[in-house]
Nanobody, 114 residues
Framework: QVQLVESGGGLVQPGGSLRLSCAASGSIFSTSMAWYRQAPGKERELVAGISSYGGVRNYSDSVKGRFTISRDNAKNTVYLQMNSLKPEDTAVYYC????????WGQGTQVTVSS
């Protein structure tokens, strides 16, 4: 079973940026990956997805134009660059396969507040 470890979260002011990383213990090669987030009292939602070779990327409407998902298959790592952060982006961020088939990691907390 592949283990996922998310990192890079923190406290940032509105308008700021963060870069999240997700390191997988096994190969992510040929697997579409995604970032999800869960805000307090809300369901976990899909934020961004990326195809196995990175050629196709999709974003939720709420983050489109502000977030960028990328991957490094050689490092088994997926990234999420988050710019122009808003208070409503506050959540715990997780990565997983696009179909959410692997065990969830602990996530990384992102708090956007002045």
């Amino acid at each position: 079973q592949v283990q996922l470890v998310e990192s890079g979260g923190g406290l940032v002011q509105p308008g700021g940026s963060l870069r999240l990383s997700c390191a997988a213990s096994g190969s992510i090669f040929s697997t579409s990956m995604a970032w999800y987030r869960q805000a307090p009292g809300k369901e976990r939602e899909l934020v961004a997805g990326i195809s196995s070779y990175g050629g196709v990327r999709n974003y939720s409407d709420s983050v489109k134009g502000r977030f960028t998902i990328s991957r490094d298959n050689a490092k088994n790592t997926v990234y999420l660059q988050m710019n122009s952060l808003k208070p409503e982006d506050t959540a715990v961020y997780y990565c997983n396969t696009l179909a959410a088939t692997w065990r969830w990691g602990q996530g990384t907390q992102v708090t956007v507040s002045s």
